[in-house]
C-alpha cells in the first residue's frame, strides 16, 4: 500500500515510518528540513515538502497514495506550556491543516485517512476503564483535537474509512516530555500531578507506531490506543524511580487555585481501555505497561 504520512519525523512518525516500510508499504513522508529529508531517506521512505493548510497545492502530492496517515502535531516542551501563544501552531494544525488535508486526500482518492488525537479530553472516571463511548469534559485548550476528530469523521462520510486513533500519553527515549519526567524522578520529585491513588494511560512510541500500521485494516471508527496496565500515579513515581536506580520521589505538591484546563486535564485520573481496538485489529502492545516500557527505554 502506499502510503503518505504527516508528522513524519516527529516522536510517533519517526517511530511509524520504520514499520510501516517493514511491514512492506511505500512510504511518502512529509519534510520540513534537510535533516529530515535525509532522515526519512535513510528510513527507506521518499521525502516530500508541501504547505499542509493548502489543499491545493496537496492534492496533486497525495494522488496515487491508498491511505493518508495524519500525524503532525507541534506540542510546546512542558515548560512552555503554559505561555499564551505556545498551542498556536498546535491549534493551527489540529483546527485548519486536518481539514485541508483530508479533503485533499478525498480528491485525490485516498480510501483510508488516519487521524491521531489524545485522550486527555475525557471526564475523570476515578478507577473505573474508559471506553471510546465515555463522556468527554474537553478544555479549550484541546477542543482542536476534537475538531480534528470531525475532519476524520468527514472523510467517513464523503470518501472512505475515517479512524481516528486517540492515543494516551506517548512516552520514548528520544521524547522531550519523557526526558523532563526522567530527569524530575531522578531529582527526587514526582513529575505526575494529581491524586497519587489516580490512574494515567500511556502508551511507548513502539506500541504506539504498530497502532497505526494496525489501524490501516481498522473499520472507520474511533479507537483509544493505550498500554494493558495503567498505572497510579503513586506506582508510576515508585516504578520509575526504582528502574532507575533512585529513591522513590517525594509526593507533588497539592495544587492550589484553579488550573488552566489543560492542565488540570492531565490531572485526571484515567484509566483508558484499548479493548476495542485490541478486538477489532488484533493489535496489542510489546509493552503491557510502563515497568516494562521504561525498562527498553534504559536499555535502549
Known amino acids: 500500500m502506499k502510503i503518505f504520512v504527516t508528522g513524519a519525523t516527529g516522536v510517533i512518525g519517526r517511530h511509524v515510518v520504520p514499520q510501516l516500510i517493514q511491514a512492506g508499504h511505500q512510504v511518502t513522508g512529509l519534510a520540513r528540513t534537510d535533516q529530515k529529508e535525509a532522515l526519512l531517506r535513510q528510513f527507506g521512505a521518499a521525502p516530500v515538502r508541501v504547505d499542509l493548510f493548502d489543499p491545493v497545492a496537496l492534492r496533486p502530492v497525495l494522488a496515487g497514495h491508498e491511505a493518508v496517515a495524519n500525524l503532525v502535531t507541534n506540542v510546546p516542551p512542558i515548560g512552555q506550556a503554559l505561555e499564551p501563544t505556545a498551542w498556536e501552531m498546535h491549534d493551527r494544525l489540529r483546527n485548519e491543516a486536518s481539514r ?175 479493548r476495542h481496538f485490541k478486538h477489532t485489529t488484533g493489535w496489542a502492545p510489546l509493552y503491557p505497561s510502563v515497568r516494562e516500557g521504561w525498562y527498553q527505554i534504559l536499555n535502549s
Not at 485541508?100 to 478525498?106: D, E, G, N
Not at 506517548?170 to 519526567?181: N, V
Not at 490506543?225 to 513515581?237: G, I, K, N, S
Request: proline content about 6%.
Open 100 to 274: 485541508s488535508v483530508t479533503r485533499a486526500a478525498a480528491e485525490a482518492g485516498c480510501r483510508i485517512f488516519i487521524q491521531e488525537s489524545i485522550t486527555f479530553p475525557y471526564a475523570d472516571k476515578g478507577a473505573e476503564w474508559i471506553e471510546e463511548s465515555d463522556a468527554d469534559n474537553c478544555p479549550p485548550e484541546m477542543a482542536s483535537s476534537r475538531v480534528a476528530e470531525e475532519q476524520a469523521a468527514w472523510f467517513s462520510t464523503n470518501s472512505g474509512q475515517g479512524i481516528v486513533l486517540r492515543f494516551a500519553l506517548f512516552y520514548a527515549h528520544d521524547s522531550s516530555h519523557t526526558q523532563e519526567f526522567q530527569a524530575a524522578i531522578r531529582a527526587g520529585q514526582s513529575p505526575f500531578l494529581g491524586d497519587p491513588a489516580s490512574y494515567m494511560s500511556h502508551i511507548h512510541a513502539e506500541d504506539a507506531a504498530a497502532a497505526v500500521v494496525a489501524a490501516l485494516n481498522a473499520p472507520a471508527g474511533i479507537y483509544n490506543v493505550a498500554d494493558d496496565q495503567p498505572l497510579t500515579r503513586q506506582e508510576l513515581a515508585a516504578t520509575i524511580a526504582e528502574l532507575e536506580g533512585v529513591a522513590s520521589p517525594a509526593r507533588p505538591e497539592p495544587i492550589q487555585g484553579e488550573l488552566p484546563g489543560s492542565i488540570e486535564a492531565l490531572t485526571r485520573s484515567q484509566r483508558i481501555s484499548n
